[in-house]
């Protein structure tokens, strides 16, 4: 909202040297926010004055262009010039060469002398051109900044003035004023208005207000009036669309009047244009009292006006002159012929005012919020009034805005008004809200006094039945603020009025025996170890295509993965929430090599959606009640199952290139390691065996488990065709692991084994075995065969070639052997070795080599 300083001034004590960076500084202290500072001065200076053409002379050129060369007086008749400067004429009398035709002698118009800069820095200076020295120009709307008509000349009579020769334009046409920005939050809507600005300077400054609107005295109805119907049968949430509708006629406006400089000018800085002086006098009021108005040419309108729903299939061209097909939740304003307007958001051509138009019916109404926000929001028709009705309109000041704008009319614009007055419908009632006087210290930390808190809101506008001694306060909320609901909404207010820099900075003292959870315990030690490790945590949107999900939901290839489908999704391709967290993890790794990021690594924590038999629920609880453990179960039951997973992909190299150091690409054994690193963070021994996933290479692929033999994942090398199709080089591996359940499956307390003072034996073993045999089970076997006194196994050898069978391979092992509590002989740790091939031999018919 812009706020037009001299406007301010009118209702509220600004000071006459106050800056908008000044009242900006005023207004946050009441939590407005400060937004921008609006001062046509910054790119206009003068000298620029009224100058009247004494002579014009047609001069046609050599270009087929038609100049004139003008003589203009700039100072009255027998008065001396009393500024100088270069080509500044002390006779006050211009010589000045104009190519508009728009002018004749004797046309008061707008002179730039030179010295002067116009917007977009455009010095004025004596030059010559044409043949002649022209020392200045005559201006026109466009450039002087004040609009965009580049039409023609600016002639004064054509806006209603006849000032004095050499007048400073800058001060007739109100360009000397300032205007200051601020920011207005949903719930402050009164704030788009000079009216609750104003309001609010004078409640930070501690100074007088003055409510433009007991300014005005507006009749009572009558029954004669301009007939309206409020029919509304369908109201969202049981509040109806209208509830009060003011009509009143003003009959033979003069359309040719102009708009008066000074209403023009607090228009324009408040940032609306200047366009005909009816529909102006309708947009100042909104500004001034914050009520939207609509003016109907109220000879176009035919029978009863009635507020209504929309029917299905109704149209309606709005004043964009685009036709729009309504919805039946759509409140309408509406004649005999059908739809005139969309009751809070915008009105129809059909019954615009217009240059013709000579009678004029105001419409000033209240509209539910609920209904003229999703209006908005359906026909993505944003407008003036739709902003200020969808944040709450004052109800009293109906009929006090529509008699300010028939004063204008009559006062501007010649009219007569109907003594017959409409006012349909009822105000609605206003909220009374019970306040507890010790309420406001225990919420906010501060003691304020019973008489502090009834100052306060009396301040704020509202009635207070209570004095200094009552422990209980009956409070009515002014019309102006339908945000105070309820006793909290109060103590709000008290807080930003007697300042927020009175509230101390305490910080709370946490209670005892509380912490972060186990869970999160686990999951800052799992994203800490991957940070640990190199990698780079990302974030991606959990939003995905259905082909995204069938590829990395599931390791199965042909079968679909139910997803919870979004009602409203940002892209209709990514309509589904994620069953994992590899497709946007891939898309980040994807865009940033695009962009020569060869070596990533890169991993995400986050959750992923599992819908179960039932999604959602078809009732939702009513309203402002408190919804019962039946509904609560209800909707809890509905919610899709939401585990934590952690996901990684590594490409290109471990390391960058530099002096003395090859740089070792990624491989699929990279990222099996990693899954096994998360693994012993959490204290959980993963189980590996060979993996079958559709979007994973087939034979670089690892399937995690658990002891139960539950699987949690999948790490390894990513099909080659599935990185052709996502335009990712060969060899990138990823890992999955759902976290959820290793973090069921991991102790409370995570034991350390003690270390053992006395020396390894180390032994090793090279089997023969089929060409299909795993290794990781003959390691198991080896593992479980040698006993408690192995303290390691690990495969460092694979080899098929000249001295082994067709149809086999060899798999040596390194062993490690150790006891508590002595040192091992060799005896010893050969019997262990030798139990453990018998095992491998019984089980996988694995031979010593």
Not at 576 to 591: D, H, I, K, Q, V
């Amino acid at each position: 909202m812009r706020i037009p300083l001299s406007w301010l001034r009118e209702y509220a004590q600004v000071p006459a040297d106050a800056t908008a960076e000044d009242v900006m500084a005023d207004l946050v202290k009441v939590g407005l926010e400060e937004e921008d500072v609006h001062r046509p001065m910054d790119e206009l200076s003068g000298p620029i004055v009224v100058g009247q053409v004494l002579d014009l002379v047609k001069e046609e050129q050599s270009n087929g262009k038609t100049i004139n060369w003008c003589h203009v007086r700039v100072v009255p008749e027998g008065q001396e010039q009393t500024l100088t400067g270069d080509g500044i004429d002390p006779s006050g009398v211009q010589g000045i060469v104009c190519g508009a035709h728009n002018f004749e002698v004797g046309d008061k118009v707008v002179v730039t002398l030179p010295g002067a800069v116009l917007p977009g820095d455009f010095r004025i200076a004596p030059r010559k051109t044409y043949g002649h020295v022209s020392a200045g120009m005559i201006a026109s709307v466009r450039e002087l900044g004040i609009g965009d008509d580049h039409d023609g000349i600016l002639v004064l009579s054509r806006i209603g003035l006849d000032p004095e020769l050499g007048t400073d334009v800058l001060e007739l046409l109100g360009l000397r004023d300032e205007a200051a920005e601020i920011n207005v939050t949903p719930d402050r809507g009164y704030c788009f208005s000079i009216r609750g600005v104003a309001r609010e300077y004078a409640l930070a400054t501690n100074t007088q207000f003055t409510d433009p609107v007991a300014q005005v005295s507006a009749p009572a109805a009558t029954n004669d009036g301009y007939q309206v119907r409020l029919e509304d049968q369908n109201p969202i949430y049981g509040v109806p669309g209208c509830d009060r509708f003011v009509a009143r006629v003003v009959r033979g406006v003069d359309p040719s009047k102009p708009t008066p400089p000074w209403m023009a000018s607090r228009l324009r800085l408040a940032g609306m244009r200047s366009i005909s002086l009816i529909v102006d006098i309708s947009n100042y009021v909104m500004l001034e009292f914050g009520q939207p108005l609509h003016f109907y040419d109220a000879d176009k309108l035919q029978g009863p006006i009635v507020v209504r729903r929309a029917n299905a299939g109704e149209k309606l061209t709005t004043l964009d002159e685009k036709v729009r097909e309504l919805h039946t939740e759509d409140l309408l304003i509406t004649d005999d012929r059908g739809p005139i307007g969309l009751a809070g958001v915008m009105g129809g051509a059909e019954t615009e005012v217009g240059d013709s138009t000579v009678n004029v019916l105001i419409e000033s109404a209240h509209f539910d919020a609920v209904s003229a926000g999703r209006t908005r929001r359906r026909h993505k028709l944003p407008s003036e009034a739709s902003k200020r009705n969808e944040r709450g309109v004052d109800w009293e000041i109906a009929d006090e805005a529509a008699q300010r704008a028939i004063d204008l009319l009559v006062e501007l614009a010649g009219g007569t008004p109907d003594v017959a007055v409409t006012d349909a419908g009822e105000r609605p009632a206003a909220t009374v809200i019970s306040l507890d006087t010790a309420f406001p210290g225990q919420l906010i930390g501060i003691a304020y006094t019973t008489q502090q808190i009834i100052d306060v809101l009396t301040s704020l506008g509202a009635t207070v039945e209570g004095d200094a001694s009552s422990t209980t306060l009956q409070v009515t909320a002014p019309s102006w603020r339908p945000d105070l609901e309820t006793r909290e909404d109060l103590v709000e207010e008290i807080a930003r009025l007697v300042g927020y820099d009175k509230i101390p900075s305490t910080l709370p003292t946490a209670p005892p025996g509380r912490g972060i959870t186990r869970v999160q315990t686990q999951r800052r030690r799992v994203l800490q170890a991957l940070a640990d490790a190199g990698l780079t945590e990302t974030l991606a949107y959990p939003f995905v295509s259905t082909a995204q999900n069938n590829l990395f939901g599931t390791p199965t290839a042909g079968e679909t993965v139910k997803a919870i489908k979004l009602a409203n999704p940002i892209s209709a391709e990514f309509g589904f929430m994620r069953t994992s967290l590899l497709p946007g993890l891939l898309e980040t790794a994807r865009r940033n090599y695009s962009r020569g990021f060869r070596d990533l690594a890169l991993y995400e924590g986050g959750l992923v959606f599992l819908p179960g038999e039932t999604v959602g629920t078809p009732t939702l609880p009513v309203l402002g009640e408190l919804p019962s453990e039946e509904v609560l179960e209800d909707l809890f039951s509905s919610v899709p199952d939401q585990p934590w997973r952690i996901a990684a992909v590594l490409i290109g190299h471990d390391s960058a290139p530099g002096a003395g150091v090859t740089p070792r690409a990624w491989e699929w054994s990279d990222a099996l390691d990693t899954a096994l690193g998360l693994g012993d963070v959490l204290g959980v021994d993963l189980v590996v065996s060979q993996g079958q996933h559709h979007a994973f290479h087939p034979g670089r692929t690892a399937q995690l488990s658990l002891p139960s033999g539950e699987v949690v994942g999948y790490a390894g090398e990513m099909h080659p065709k599935v990185l052709e199709e996502l335009d990712l080089p060969a060899r990138t591996v990823v890992l999955e692991l759902d976290a959820e359940a290793m973090f069921d499956a991991a102790a409370d307390v995570i034991v350390a084994k003690p270390l053992s003072t006395f020396p390894v034996t180390t032994q090793d073993v090279a089997l023969v075995v089929d060409r299909s045999v795993v290794a990781q089970d003959v390691l198991l076997a080896l593992r479980e065969g040698a006993g408690e006194l192995l303290e390691d196994v690990a495969l460092f050898d694979v080899y098929e070639g000249p001295g082994i069978d067709e149809g086999k391979k060899s798999l040596a092992f390194g062993l490690r052997f150790r006891a508590n509590d002595r040192t091992l002989t060799a005896d010893e740790a050969s019997e262990s070795r030798a139990a453990a091939v018998a095992l491998a031999n019984e089980r996988f018919g694995a031979v010593q080599r």
